[in-house]
Every structure is written in C-alpha cells, then in structure tokens.
C-alpha cells in the first residue's frame, strides 16, 4: 500500500513538473535564455496558468468525479464542468502569459547603432536619413503605459489553447479518477476472496477437529468396554493428540515433525483394535526436518484406512506410506474395501472436505488421484512444498 501510494506520488510530481516547464520551454525567445527563464517565473502569469489546470486537475479527480460521476449525476457534473470552461475562457491562462511574454520579455541589445537619445543638436545627419524607429510617423499615436496591474480578460478574445488545455486536463483526470476506482475495487475483491477462503477453510477445520477427536474417543472407549490394559497408555495419546489439535491446528501449516508424531499416536491407538487378520504396513522414508505441512491433511485418509479396511472375519491388509523428498510430500494408503452389511451413520466430512481444503491452501501445487480395483482402496497425494 505504502509502495503503491509512494509511486503514485512520485508520478504526479513528475508529470506537474513536465506540465511546468512546457511555458519555459515554448516562452523562451531570447538569447539570454537565463534571464527569459527567471522573467516568465517570475511572472504572475505563468504561475496563473499553472495554478489554474492544476487545481482544475484535482477538483476533478477527488471531489467532482467521484461525487458526482461515480454516483450518475451526470447533468450536474455537467453543468459543473461548463461552469470551469467559462472561468477559464474569462482568465485567459494561456493567452495571458504568451502576450506577456511578447510584449514585457527583454530584448537583445542592438549593436552599432545609435539611438535617437544619442543624435544631440549638434550631430551631423546620418548620410541615410532618420532610421525606420525614428519615423514618428511609426509610432502609436495613443502608447499604452504599463501601470503594474494585472489585466486578466480582454473582451472580444477567446484563449482556444487554453480551452483545449482545459479539455485534456478534464480527460485526464476523469482517467485517474476511474483507475484508481478500479484498483480500489480490485483491492477489494481480492481481499473479499481471501476473506471467504479464509472463513471456508476455517469452517472445514471446524469440521475436521470434532470428527477427528469423536472417531478416537469411540476407539478408546471400545478399549474401556473390553478392560485393556492399554486403555490408560491410549488415553495419554489421546491427550498428546488432542494437546496438538488445539495448539497448533489453528495455524496453516506446520512442522511435519509434528503432524507426523500425531499420526503415530492415533496409528498406535488403532493397532490396539487390530485383530490378527488385519496386516498393518506403516513407513516413513526420508527425514521430517524442515518441511512444513497444512495440518491434518493426512488423516482423512488415514481413518477411512482404518474405518473401512478393517475386518474381524477375513483378511485385510493395510499400507500407509510417507515419502519425504527435498520439495515434495509423497503420501500413499492402501486398504481392502470390506463391505459391511449397513452403511454407517456418520460418513464425517470425507475426501470431498480434504479436496476442498488441498484447492485452499495448495491451489495448483497438488496432485490427488483416488482408485477402486480389485476390491482396493488407493490414494496417491503428491504436494510440491
């Protein structure tokens, strides 16, 4: 924002100061350019001129056009804008300056001849005669003496360049004025598209965390029923699990250190309830160091694994595999489809929330391909981190 409003600035500072030096450059008839410079600075003209188009520029830009364009009162920006025309054909800003400039610049000193306060009464004639400057016959019989007041309109005249110089100055503003509306309503957007992604991916996590924490409780519980001994050594996982979802959940991602210490204590918590036909492949390749990971991506599929690839009448297999590569996370499971004889009561959020989540904090960085054959259950995720 700082940067934007910074180069906006720096912009208009330098296109003023183009706009400034325009009358220096096309004023400047002298070969005493110095002196020319100072002389039309110096006048009340030229800083009239400037004044004029650029307190017209901003009038236009901050007020007129946002409070009356922007709002579709176009017949009184109209009127409006016919009201500056006229002021700007009664002060003449342009016409003004350049009839100054011709009349009051200084002249360069002529050389070699003399001047008429020069020819006393006791100098020879010239052998040509009077000079032409001389002719009292070229003189104005009625010279107009300068009195130092400044005259801004002369009747009769109209300042075509300075209208047309009104026209571009009203253009241009109108453009500034409309691409900064743009940007600010881009902006906008923008950040209203954030604010629902955020709100969409903070109600998904809201979803994740009570299903997560209800399917372990119903595991240990079913531990309590059958008097395990492992119950009070799944109840401190449990702990450890529901210390990391409070904790650190919350955050967009985190360690993969961290989230993979989760998903041992709950794949601890499950072998409890592994009967001997169920074969459980678990593997971790590569070191968990420095990546980073959105937390609980994983453990969708994790639990469907052990939610519907598990069965007390035949044999299963279960494979669950993490690949941890220098930028890229490889996760692999694998499960027996077991058909159950009624569908369960709550299915959770599913692979449909996880799709979700993976287009919200991985757009285009991901790679999630689900397959059913052969009576297997296998998903391929691939995140470039």
């Not at 400037?50 to 946002?66: E, G, H, K, R, S």
């Not at 309109?153 to 109209?158: E, F, K, L, T, V």
Request: aromatic letters at 12%.
């Amino acid at each position: 924002m700082h940067r934007s409003k910074l180069t906006s600035f720096i912009i208009h500072t330098a296109g003023w100061l183009m706009f400034l030096g325009f009358p220096l450059l096309f004023m400047n008839r002298t070969q005493d350019s110095v002196s020319s410079t100072y002389f039309v600075i110096s006048s009340p003209y030229y800083w009239l001129f400037c004044l004029t188009y650029i307190f017209m520029f901003y009038l236009n830009a901050w007020y007129l056009v946002p409070q009356f364009v922007f709002r579709k009162k176009y017949f009184i920006y109209g009127i409006i804008v016919l009201l500056l025309s006229g002021s700007v054909y009664y002060l003449q800003p342009f016409d003004n300056l350049l009839r100054h400039n011709l009349r009051e610049s200084p002249k360069p000193k002529s050389i070699g001849l003399p001047n008429a306060e020069s020819v006393g009464p006791n100098t020879k004639s010239l052998p040509f005669g009077p000079l032409p400057h001389q002719d009292m016959r070229m003189q104005d019989p009625k010279p107009k003496q300068s009195n130092g007041i400044v005259i801004i309109h002369q009747a009769g005249n109209i300042d075509m360049v300075g209208l047309f110089i009104f026209i571009v100055i009203i253009g241009l503003s109108i453009a500034v004025s409309t691409v900064q509306k743009w940007q600010l309503t881009e902006q906008r957007m923008v950040k209203a598209e954030a604010e629902k992604a955020t709100a969409e991916l903070s109600f998904l996590k809201a979803q994740i965390n009570p299903h997560f924490l209800f399917n372990t409780l119903n595991n240990i519980y079913a531990l309590s029923v059958t008097g395990s001994e492992h119950t009070s050594d799944s109840i401190m996982k449990l702990s450890n699990i529901m210390r990391y979802v409070t904790d650190e959940v919350e955050e967009d991602y985190v360690s993969l250190q961290h989230e993979w210490d989760c998903i041992n204590d709950y794949i601890d918590l499950q072998r409890l309830r592994l009967g001997k036909k169920t074969k459980l492949n678990f593997d971790l390749v590569g070191t968990t160091g420095y990546q980073r990971i959105a937390p609980l991506i994983l453990m969708t599929f994790i639990e469907n694994v052990f939610k519907y690839g598990i069965s007390k009448h035949e044999a299963t297999e279960i494979t669950i595999k993490l690949t941890v590569e220098p930028n890229k996370l490889l996760f692999f499971s694998q499960n027996s489809i077991v058909e159950n004889g009624s569908k369960p009561n709550r299915t959770g959020i599913g692979i449909k929330n996880t799709r979700q989540r993976l287009n919200h904090i991985y757009p285009g960085k991901y790679r999630l391909d689900i397959d059913k054959q052969n009576n297997l259950f296998t998903v391929h995720l691939e995140i470039d981190c």
